[in-house]
């Protein structure tokens, strides 16, 4: 009986992980990091950030597509 119940949860935890990447958008990328340079800066340079990685940053859309955002609808801290 405990057997079926860590299977069972295990089946869960899976699922549930799946939906996440699923709505995450994850998937639909083949890549997770758009260049070398992009995968350098995230494991190294972003202690150090500089001009220069910030334009990298901006032409090759390392952070994914911007959305306008409507500054009125931003809850107060």
């Known amino acids: 009986m405990k057997k079926i119940g860590v299977l069972l949860l295990i089946g869960l935890f899976l699922a ?3 939906a996440a ?3 995450s958008g994850y998937w639909e990328h083949d ?8 995968l ?3 494991w190294f340079g972003y202690k150090n950030p500089t001009v220069e ?4 940053s901006a032409e090759q ?3 994914g597509i911007p959305e306008e955002v409507d500054v ?4 107060s801290e």
């Not at 990685?53 to 990298?56: A, D, E, L, R, V």
């Not at 009125?72 to 809850?75: A, G």
């Open 16 to 18: 549930g992980c799946g």
């Open 53 to 56: 990685t910030g334009k990298k």
């Open 21 to 23: 990447a699923k709505e």
């Open 40 to 42: 350098g800066y995230s």
């Open 31 to 38: 890549t997770m990091y758009k260049s070398w340079g992009h």
């Open 72 to 75: 009125s609808k931003l809850k």
């Open 61 to 63: 859309r390392w952070w």
